[in-house]
């Protein structure tokens, strides 16, 4: 089992950037496919961007293609998820995600099975 911690959240205005982080803790990996999620106030959890185990292969929502990028470094047990030109429509919580064993279903939000406790993103106009 894969533990998951998410840092870098915080509050900034319109147009800036941000990097969140996830540490992950526990089994392998290198053995898990990642997702960033989302999730605002009296909205339902959005995945905006999964990674592949090994091979760099990306997903990303609509509302985030073009903005973020996000990426692992297998050595050093992270994923990142970089934010740039940030509008207020994505203050949510982020959401660090894991999923055991794939290298295919990075795009699909009911495979994901580990959660991180979520960082807070606020977005000022």
């Known amino acids: 089992q894969v533990q998951l911690v998410e840092s870098g959240g915080g509050l900034v205005q319109a147009g800036a950037s941000l990097r969140l982080s996830c540490a992950a803790s526990?089994?392998?990996?290198?053995?898990?496919?990642m997702g960033w999620f989302r999730q605002a106030p009296g909205e339902e959890r959005e995945l905006i961007a999964g990674i592949s185990r090994s091979d760099g292969s990306t997903y990303y929502s609509d509302s985030v293609k073009n903005r973020f990028t996000i990426s692992r470094d297998n050595a050093k047990n992270t994923v990142y998820l970089q934010m740039n030109s940030l509008k207020p429509e994505d203050t949510a919580v982020y959401y660090c995600?894991?999923?055991?064993?794939?290298?295919?279903?990075?795009?699909?939000?009911?495979?994901?099975?580990?959660w991180g406790q979520g960082t807070q993103v606020t977005v000022s106009s």
């Open positions: 526990g089994r392998t990996f290198s053995s898990y496919a």
């Open positions: 995600a894991a999923v055991w064993g794939s290298n295919s279903r990075y795009s699909i939000p009911s495979a994901y099975g580990y």
